[in-house]
């Protein structure tokens, strides 16, 4: 049966991958953020996962303002990245696991999730940015990608619950696939950030750290907290929060935090970094 070993989590801000692009790792104002990453690496070239389950927002490259569906998975054999205007390099295609995303699709449904499954997704830097980041020179060890889309632009959005129930699904999902896979969760995104409006350039590093201490030993409590809530705290683009859940769901209860980073300010985000891995 397939088994998660873990979960990962990132921010995915295009800046980072103009950052890797432009080579500014050991940049004064970069060289925080990337310092966090070389632990996690060294665990994943240890551990050989087969498949990574990429959990992040599409930004406008396949869904947009009207039509958005609240939890999307892709079911190709490979994905393609696009040129999003950001100024990011395009990468070469990544090899999907068609058959496992088959197989999650329809548990989703069975456990009641409605699911749009997209047999052609085209991922942004949502995606591509957490790829560079985790597997930079996706080597032969690289897995086979799994995206999974949740919206987090347009509301209503889902509930912190519905997120972390999500997971919960996802995971039973992947462990009742037949085969020996060992499969990694990426939840990506945030931390609190606001990009516009009146309060443009927003952080909020307690609700961060509060965040990132509760989503390992007590994840249900956060599950309290309202859709309104979270972007008064996080701000408007904080939401992508709700993706960390759904990795944390996906999890089983018990998990050991064996390295995590926290970076302010990355292009007026806070930056989370973290490796959970299941006991």
Not at 84 to 93: D, F, N, Q, T, Y
């Amino acid at each position: 049966m397939a088994e998660i070993i873990g979960g990962l989590t990132s921010s995915h801000i295009p800046a980072i991958g103009n950052a890797i692009a432009n080579g500014l790792q050991d940049d004064p104002y970069w060289k925080p953020f990337f310092d966090g990453f070389p632990p996690i690496r060294n665990w994943l070239g240890e551990k050989k996962p087969d498949v990574a389950i990429m959990i992040y927002n599409d930004h406008g490259l396949n869904f947009f303002l009207d039509k958005m569906p609240t939890f999307a998975i892709g079911a190709a054999h490979e994905y393609h990245n696009a040129d999003e205007g950001w100024g990011i390099p395009v990468m070469p295609p990544f090899q999907g696991d068609a058959k496992m995303s088959w197989h999650i699709i329809e548990q989703m449904i069975e456990q009641e999730f409605d699911i749009t499954s997209c047999q052609e997704v085209k991922v942004d830097h949502g995606f591509t940015v957490p790829i560079q980041l985790f597997w930079p020179d996706r080597g032969p060890d690289m897995p086979m990608v799994i995206p999974v889309c949740a919206n987090t632009v347009q509301h209503p959005i889902p509930t912190m619950k519905r997120c972390f129930d999500f997971g919960k699904a996802l995971g039973k999902a992947v462990r009742s696939y037949p085969e020996n896979k060992r499969v990694v969760v990426l939840g990506t995104g945030g931390l609190s950030h606001q990009l516009d409006g009146a309060r443009a350039g927003f952080i909020n590093r307690e609700f961060d750290k509060m965040c990132m201490e509760k989503i390992v030993s007590a994840p249900e409590e956060l599950t309290k907290i309202s859709r309104h809530e979270l972007i008064k705290q996080a701000g408007a683009q904080g939401s992508e929060f709700i993706m960390w859940m759904m990795m944390r769901g996906a999890l089983p209860a018990n998990v050991t935090a064996l390295h995590e980073n926290y970076h302010i300010p990355i292009s007026n985000t806070g930056a989370g970094t973290m490796l959970l891995e299941c006991q």
